[in-house]
């Protein structure tokens, strides 16, 4: 069961439908490169901030790795990644709005990488 919280935790949850172009909103892990979405992915074992700490110590950066509930618009250019019974997509995301405590705020378009899980089917 923690397991599967964590797993809900990391991943930019989508709450609009993901169609070509359209604007997503979520809340998850955004970092500044794919390497580092990689690591929080290997480092993360039900304790999803501990792996962000441990991510933004190893770079030395406090930003590098963030929780953040955002609007994007999500690339198509994705990494599959898998860990024990769970597959990830990493993806390249367009950053254009930020969710606050006072409502969605405009920022400065920018790009950074989120992870999206997969649900794969055995056959």
Sequence with gaps: MKFALAL?????????PARSGAIETGTGVVCNTRQQVERFIALNNADPL?????????????????????????????????????????????????VTQDGIRA???????SLFRIEERTA
């Design 50 to 98: 501990a792996a962000i700490g441990a991510v933004n110590a190893e770079q030395n950066d406090p930003t590098a790795c963030v929780v953040a509930s955002l609007a994007f618009l999500r690339g198509h250019d994705g990494v599959t990644v898998r860990k024990k019974d769970a597959a990830f997509q990493i993806v390249r995301i367009l950053v254009v709005r930020m």
């Design 8 to 16: 809900a935790f990391v991943c930019l949850m989508p709450t609009t």
């Design 107 to 113: 920022v400065v378009p920018a790009l950074y990488f």
